[in-house]
């Protein structure tokens, strides 16, 4: 067989790290290559009414194989762990059958998956990409999750440890994720490709109303979590000047700090800031719709652990971004050169209230519209499809 692709969620509409690796092996299949897939059993995402998802099922030409594990409360630490460990428990006893694989696509996360792989490696001499989404635990370290003397951090350094060393091929997101890898874990220039994410989201029409209000709109649609800097967020949104201009911010989405937001909003009586939970369809559409800018945020200390996947859905949907990133990655670097917004470095408050006041006065068109071909699905995919087909050409010539 060719192709097996290893991943906690495939498929899953609501989950963009799903449809990631979905489009990937759809794109690979397109190309003529057989393609199959582990990965697990979407209950606690899956939102059909009376309906099961299969444990095995044929989808446009993937066989994909399901397997149960624990999904208990996922705000619950313990609980998480508890489902990541047997989500990989279950993986183990599919084993065996990696060795009928001549390569395997590999996820970051959850971060100890990648175990199976190198133990494939190890007794099949199966090749392996590893597509790093996330630096661990680096990432869980700089954010406080975890400790780096705890027995987990261990355990991951030395897994990813062998899996820098083992795979054929590593993904890395960026180029700062690329610096990081060969600086801080040793891994060789050769073996590290950056490919960029992309949008998951299908293309659509979305038609602009006649606002009934002359401020501009800036919102943020996403993971509302411990990488996004809302310490920061907080700070802008909250300032004086900032509440004297003509903005209003819309927040939606999930996670652990939507609630803290929430109160922050109500307990400092910001008349201008709404915030939703996850919003769909419609409600989705029309925020979308409303906005002239979109929010993007990832912590300055996370440059290279991880990339904001959001920046590529806010490019898909043709609205310029107003981002609180490192000043050193790709991100910041395609907003400054190609015009798709404004910076705001490491989420300065002066720096947002200079940006605030620029966007106002000058009332600019960015060139958002002119430059997302170069972000789309399909420039990725290719390299993808470049890279399977060469790690399977040079398979052949062993």
Known sequence: KDILFLCQYFYQEYITSSLLPYQTARELVDNGMKVDVICGYPKEYHSGVGTAVPKIETVDGILIQRVSYFQLDRTNSLFRLLNYFSFIASCFLKLFQLRHYKLIYVYSNPPLLPILTVLANV???????????????????????????????????CINAQVFKRATKIIALSKEMKHYLIENKQVADHKVQVIPNWATEEESIVVSPHKKSDKITISYLGNMGIPQDFDKIEAIISDKRVQAMPIQFFFAGHGSRKDSLREFVSSNHLQNVTVYDYLKGEDYQSVLANSDYHLLSLKAELNGLAVPSKFYSYIHNGKPIIALVHEDCDIAENIEQLDLGYVIPKGDLEGAISVFQKMISQNTEHKVQQNKELFTKEVQLKKYVDLTLEILKGEENV
Do not use: H, M, Q
Not at 123 to 136: E, G, P
Not at 145 to 153: A, D, K, N, R, W
């Open 123 to 157: 007794l099949f001499k199966t090749r392996f990409v590893f597509v790093t989404y996330d630096i661990y635990p680096d990432i869980a370290i700089k954010t406080g999750v975890l400790s780096e003397s705890s027995p987990i951090s261990w355990l991951t350094d």
